[in-house]
């Protein structure tokens, strides 16, 4: 099968929209969440969409595979909150390595049934598991408390640890690559970076092989085109820049109208792949996603034909739907060329 560099090399990938949006459809009720495993837990784990990957399983795989119906090239393992840090909210950080490990295995379970059904996909358009590691509800850059700016809730070693055991679950699950996302503290970034080349360190691939590519996709919050904790857009990329990233790009809370002068920006300075997932235009009033399918699709056709991209999909508020448009609207659309390198002369 191709490698995902490979196919980065002819065209445009897609990668899938929102996990989150499509659970939410299945209106699932506690005991959901629960299953027969957790029916006696001491706190209420109804939210925890993680946890689906062990008592649900079925329903994580079903996602997967809509995605991969609609087009996507790459689908991400449900595990933005499996760390212990995140699952500390549910008293679960026990359960973080198995929860990526089991949604590898849902992914990978989705993969399967997708080339059962089309078997020419696995060599003339293969499918790509992105392990997917999310920013984390504690910061490292940031205090919880105003009253004492210097304070900070995790210590840079505590959040290491946490990503370090997110990794090798995904690892071990069976994924493609490694999707550092949604970054709105780079050091938090950087702490996933460190992790991830620890865990490679300490367990080489087998037969000299090579460590699982790493992409990095960070978030823009607001009009002033900087991070949650204050980096413009050439900061940041400069900042994660010595991870050598498979792409650079950028997702969620931005729509894909109001994230397109960033993108185009991040196009002009990026050695590497650019890769960019807007949300379903900007929430309502009532936290909803509005913005049509069609209209997703043509504002990433519009970055396409530009040559700012080469992967694209959707975050918050993204279906299948709109995944299917997009990969419609991209379709046969040369991806953004990599920069030259300049030969320095002796």
């Known amino acids: ?21 499509m659970i939410q459809r299945y209106k699932l009720a506690e005991a959901d969440y629960r299953s027969d495993r957790f029916k006696d837990w001491p706190s209420d784990v109804k939210g925890n969409n993680d946890l689906l990957n062990i008592t649900r399983p079925d329903i994580i795989t079903a996602i997967h595979k809509q995605y991969l119906d609609a087009g996507a090239d790459i689908i991400e393992t449900n595990t933005f909150s499996s760390t212990a840090i995140a699952q500390a909210d549910y008293g679960m950080e026990s359960l973080a390595y198995e929860l990526n490990l089991a949604a590898g295995k849902c992914a990978k379970a989705a993969v399967e049934e997708f080339y059962a059904e089309n078997p020419n996909a696995k060599t ?26 210097g304070y900070r809730a995790v210590t840079f070693d505590e959040v290491v640890t946490a990503y370090y055991e997110q990794v090798k679950g995904l690892v071990e699950g069976g994924v493609d690559v490694l999707l550092i996302e949604t970054i709105f503290d780079t050091l938090n970034a950087k702490a996933a970076i460190f992790a991830i080349k620890k865990y490679f360190r300490e367990n080489p691939p087998l037969n000299g092989g090579e460590p699982l590519p790493v992409m ?3 978030t823009i919050t607001d009009a002033s085109g900087r991070t949650l904790s204050g980096q413009t857009l050439e900061a940041f990329y400069t900042s994660v820049l010595h991870a050598k990233p498979l792409s650079i790009g950028l997702n969620c809370a931005l729509g894909a109208k ?12 990026a ?29 990433l056709e519009d970055w396409a034909r530009e040559g700012w991209v080469n992967i694209v999909g959707g975050c918050c508020g993204t279906t299948p739907d709109h995944i299917r448009h997009i990969a419609q609207e991209v379709k046969g659309l040369k991806p953004r060329p990599l920069p030259e390198k300049e030969t320095v002369l002796a």
């Open 1 to 21: 099968m191709s490698s995902i560099q490979q196919e980065l090399e002819k065209r445009i990938l897609i990668i899938d929209g929102a996990m989150g949006t």
């Open 124 to 149: 003339q358009n293969p499918k790509f598991i992105a392990g997917a590691i999310g920013p984390l509800n504690k910061t490292l850059s940031l205090s919880p408390d105003v009253n004492n700016p």
């Open 216 to 218: 990095i996709s960070g």
């Open 258 to 269: 109001e994230m397109r002068p960033h993108i185009e920006e991040l196009s002009q300075i």
């Open 271 to 299: 050695s590497c792949y650019v890769s960019a997932y807007p949300n379903a235009g900007l929430p309502n009033a009532m936290g909803e996603y509005d913005e049509a399918p069609e209209e997703t699709g043509h504002y």
